[in-house]
């Protein structure tokens, strides 16, 4: 018997659901580039990290709150104990714990040495992932091969666009857009050893609390489908958590008033295109596609923030860049190939049988078997 044919717009549709999550990522490493701006203005100038933390996840708590209301009034499931137990430890580890542990790493060591470090993000979640058997390497399969390989080859271009610097080219800009003029000690501060390794250590430490809050979000989708309630929720312990490491760090009064200048701009850009947008968008990405589709776009940051500076600072490009920029595209495409390539065959599986289950849908891409997902008890 012939099989029909899809209609051509079902088609389509298909093919922008498919594509979405790869859209969104890039469009979550563009917000962070601005914010990676906004924020080096705002700290310059002397904005307390602890009070922009809170800030900036109240202004998105009155953004997604209303939102979650309306348009998951009849879809959200209910709010259980454990449930709420889960999300707690989500902004423990991806906002709290992450953002303050990163900061306050910044004052002991350089911008460098932070986003070299920032490769291993990859490479943790991958290792996470697959000790959660969320992932399974596969090294004899070639699609296995090309994940593993192509996160190996985004780490080594990350470290050669950071501290290989090579011929310097020509600048985009003969004098900076901004200038900056902050109250402490710039980037290019001298740090002692001890503080080297003291800030390494606390930035490493935010990274592995990143890594974690990636995959423990998959987890989390599972239970609590709600995207907006969900983070809502997360937004919401962060500030609290944020203001109790605030009253106990950040006693100066002074720190938490507010004036018409870069630090509001920045604290209003990141609560709105940060906490809100890029932290939905994330959410979507890695329920479609899971938390290694979304860690190995993290690279792609070091690329996007170098020619943010070049227009905006005009710092100027080095060979090293350059190399490093195309090394870090080739990786990325080594692992979204072998990704697509595992969606491709798992989408052929549930053709031929013509049973498509809500579950594979929602991780056909993050894992090979779809049926070796965790529990989180």
Same mark, same amino acid.
């Given at each position: 018997?012939?099989?029909s044919?899809k209609p051509l717009h079902?088609l389509?549709?298909?093919r922008?659901k /498919?594509?979405?999550p790869?859209?969104?990522?890039v ?6 580039g ?6 080096k203005l705002?700290l ?7 009070v922009f933390i ?5 202004i ?5 709150g209303?939102?979650?209301y309306?348009l ?12 709420l137990t889960?999300? &707690?430890?989500l ?8 953002q303050?542990? @990163?900061y306050? *790493?910044l004052n002991?060591t ?7 470090l =920032?490769?291993?993000?990859p ?7 697959i000790l959660?058997?969320m992932?399974?390497?596969g #090294? ?5 091969r090309a ?6 080859i ?5 470290l050669?666009f950071? $501290?290989?610097k090579?011929?310097? &080219?020509?600048g985009?800009v003969?004098?900076? +857009?901004?200038m900056?003029?902050?109250k402490?000690?710039g980037p290019?501060t ?6 080297w390794?003291? *800030? =390494?250590v606390l %930035?490493l430490?935010? @990274?592995?609390?990143?890594? /974690?809050w990636l995959?423990?979000q998959a987890?989390v989708c599972?239970?609590y489908?709600?995207?907006?309630s969900?983070?809502t929720?997360?937004?919401? $312990? ?5 203001f /109790?490491l605030a009253?106990?760090f950040?006693r100066n009064l002074?720190s938490?008033l507010?004036?018409w200048n870069i630090?509001l701009l ?5 609560g709105?295109? #940060? =906490? ?9 990405? %890695?329920?479609e ?10 690279p792609?940051?070091?690329?996007i923030?170098g020619i943010?500076?070049a &227009? $905006?600072?005009a710092?100027?490009?080095?060979t090293g860049? +350059? ?6 595209i080739v990786?990325?495409y ?8 595992n969606?491709?065959e798992? *989408? ?6 013509g ?5 594979? #849908?929602?991780?056909m891409s993050s ?6 997902h965790?529990?989180?008890?």
């Open positions: 018997m012939m099989r044919r079902i389509k549709m298909r922008v /498919a594509c979405a790869y859209v969104g990522m469009v979550i490493q563009l917000a962070y601005g914010s990676n701006i906004l924020s705002a310059e100038q002397g904005l307390s990290y602890l809170v800030y900036r996840h109240l998105a708590i009155a953004i997604l209303p939102l979650a309306v998951e009034r009849n879809q959200r499931p209910s709010i259980s104990f454990p449930i889960k999300i &707690f430890i902004a423990l580890f991806g906002t709290t714990v992450h303050s542990v @990163y306050a *790493g002991y350089s911008p460098t040495v932070a986003s070299a =920032s490769s291993v993000i490479a943790l979640t991958f290792i996470l992932a959660l058997r992932e399974k390497v #090294i004899r399969s070639a699609k296995g994940k593993f390989l192509g996160a190996m985004c780490i080594s271009g990350a050669i950071t $501290f290989w090579g011929h310097p &080219f020509k985009f003969k004098s900076p +857009l901004i900056v003029h902050g402490g000690p290019e001298v740090h002692g050893k001890q503080d390794i003291k *800030g =390494s %930035i430490t935010s @990274y592995v609390a990143f890594s /974690a995959v423990l987890i599972e239970v489908p709600a995207r907006l969900m983070n929720l997360i937004c919401f $312990f962060a500030s609290l958590q944020s /109790a009253l106990i950040e002074s938490w507010l004036h630090q920045t604290i209003i850009y990141c709105t295109v #940060i =906490s809100c947008l890029a932290y939905y968008l994330q959410t979507f990405c %890695i329920s596609r899971g938390p290694v589709f979304a860690a190995m776009f993290s792609l940051l070091l690329v923030v943010f500076s &227009f $905006f600072f710092e100027r490009l080095h860049s +350059l190399v490093g920029a195309f090394i870090i990786g990325l080594c692992v979204l190939w072998g990704k697509s390539r969606s491709n798992n *989408g052929d599986k549930e053709h031929e049988t049973k498509t289950s809500p579950k594979s #849908i929602l991780h894992n090979e078997d779809n049926d070796s965790p529990t989180w008890k």
